[in-house]
């Protein structure tokens, strides 16, 4: 094909080829552990290439091995999942905690600093507290409230600037919807940079899908996914993505390899028909999100809305906004007059939205980030990022709006306002 097409167009044949198996349309779920050699030569050519002994030849391709290290069904994902983020590699994981536990271990090593954004997905949280430690990485958290000049001074005061080696950032927050500036991040990255150690940044890109921002673009080294949320988008599976260049993805490779913690043919063959509705679906999601928080902003038992769509112009997330994004998504958060048992009432009596965590799946979902997705963050750090008793988010689903609204009205109605506390 001459012409180059958009990501959507090619979500159906891109890197298949029918001939190679029987003609059918559809790739088939390849469930092999191993594959045939044609003769021993070419055994062991596919592994030097695989064991990185020697660089491919010219028009050379990687040959299937096995199916921990290469399988079709993985290997096509792989390369419609390059096409949303124009990177050059990606590799799929188990799970998007497998995925980003990964490029940790990958990017640092004991002494080491790494830098992150707070809140993360409770998960990362963990990791990074209560795992990273163990193995002697020093961490440091920062919130998007602080300015480019607070952030390299806080890393100076560290102590340990010098061995500043990785950047994990995740934006827009889960649950609060607040903003990272990824190209001011990438400027004090540079700062630290030295010929000894470049400075790595990952952006966990899971709210936006790979549909609404691009971290790539702005200056981030790997983009990762939780592809249980949009690309997945039917609630039906658990898996993860890395994206980014060739030097960079051979190292995460490398590690999958040896991790042996690869997505299974199965899960890969799900995602491959997943990722044909997904920009329909995404868009379909984002425009009934809008409808959605559109009705909560003006519900006098809402006390205050975070939706990227409704971001008041002048502010600093607004400006990061328009830099980095190009669609406000369907993750909606907002907190109820009131505290817990209001939220909880309203969460209750819902009829078509359900109540469970996870998001991006097309039907819609709500939960209470305080005392669920976001139990093990402690106390004191909750109040400061915004996750209160009131605070209740929304995955907005793709069914029909007015019913979305009807029923999130009639919860809200259910709800009794006593005491208003502003939350
Ligand atoms: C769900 C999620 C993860 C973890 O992904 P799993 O597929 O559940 O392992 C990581 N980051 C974000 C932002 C998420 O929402």
């Excluded at 779920?29 to 021993?40: D, G, P, R």
């Excluded at 391709?61 to 993985?74: A, F, K, T, W």
């Excluded at 949009?230 to 051979?250: F, K, P, Q, R, T």
Aim: charged letters at 25%; hydrophobic letters at 40%; one cysteine or more.
């Amino acid at each position: 094909m001459n012409k180059s097409m958009k990501p959507e167009s090619l979500m159906m044949s891109y890197g298949y080829k029918p001939e190679l198996s029987e003609g059918a349309i559809k790739c088939p779920i390849f469930l092999t552990s191993t594959f045939v050699f044609k003769s021993a030569e070419e055994g062991k050519a596919y592994f030097e290439l695989a064991y990185g002994k020697r660089e491919k030849l010219p028009g050379e391709e990687m040959g299937l091995i096995y199916s921990r290290i290469n399988n079709p069904d993985l290997e096509i994902l792989e390369n419609r999942l390059r096409l949303w983020d124009g990177a050059d590699d990606c590799a799929v994981f188990e799970s998007g905690m497998s995925a980003i536990s990964t490029v940790l271990l990958e990017f640092l090593k004991p002494g080491d600093l790494l830098v992150h954004s707070s809140p993360t997905y409770g998960g990362t949280d963990h990791f990074i507290n209560h795992f990273l430690p163990k193995i002697g990485v020093h961490t440091l958290g920062f919130t998007s409230e602080m300015s480019e000049e607070d952030l390299v001074k806080a890393i100076e005061e560290t102590g340990h600037a010098s061995t500043f080696a990785h950047m994990h950032l995740e934006t827009p927050a889960n649950p609060t919807n607040s903003l990272i500036d990824i190209e001011m991040c990438r400027r004090v990255a540079d700062r630290f940079v030295t010929d000894e150690k470049p400075v790595t940044i990952a952006v966990d890109n899971t709210y936006m899908g790979p549909l609404w921002q691009h971290p790539l673009k702005h200056g981030a080294d790997l983009v990762m996914y939780s592809a249980t949320k949009y690309i997945g988008g039917h609630s039906d599976l658990i898996a993860g993505a890395v994206l980014g260049n060739a030097e960079n993805m051979v190292r995460v490779k490398t590690l999958r390899t040896f991790l042996g913690n690869m997505a299974s043919p199965h899960t890969g063959w799900m995602l491959l028909r997943s990722l044909e509705t997904l920009k329909i679906r995404m868009e379909a999601m984002q425009e009934n999100a809008i409808k959605v928080a559109d009705f909560l902003s003006q519900h006098d038992k809402v006390a205050s809305i975070k939706y990227l769509g409704l971001l008041e112009e002048g502010t600093e997330n607004h400006r990061i906004y328009k830099q980095q994004c190009s669609g406000p998504g369907a993750m909606v958060s907002f907190k109820i007059k009131g505290g817990e048992k209001e939220a909880f009432k309203f969460l209750n009596s819902l009829q078509l939205v359900k109540l469970a965590v996870s998001l991006g799946g097309t039907e819609s979902l709500a939960e209470h980030p305080k005392t669920m997705t976001h139990a093990g963050v402690d106390e004191a750090h909750l109040e400061a990022i915004g996750v209160t008793d009131a605070l209740i988010r929304i995955s907005v689903g793709v069914e029909n709006y007015e019913d979305l609204i009807w029923d999130i009205g009639q919860a809200l109605d259910q709800v009794t306002i006593n005491v208003i506390e502003t939350a």
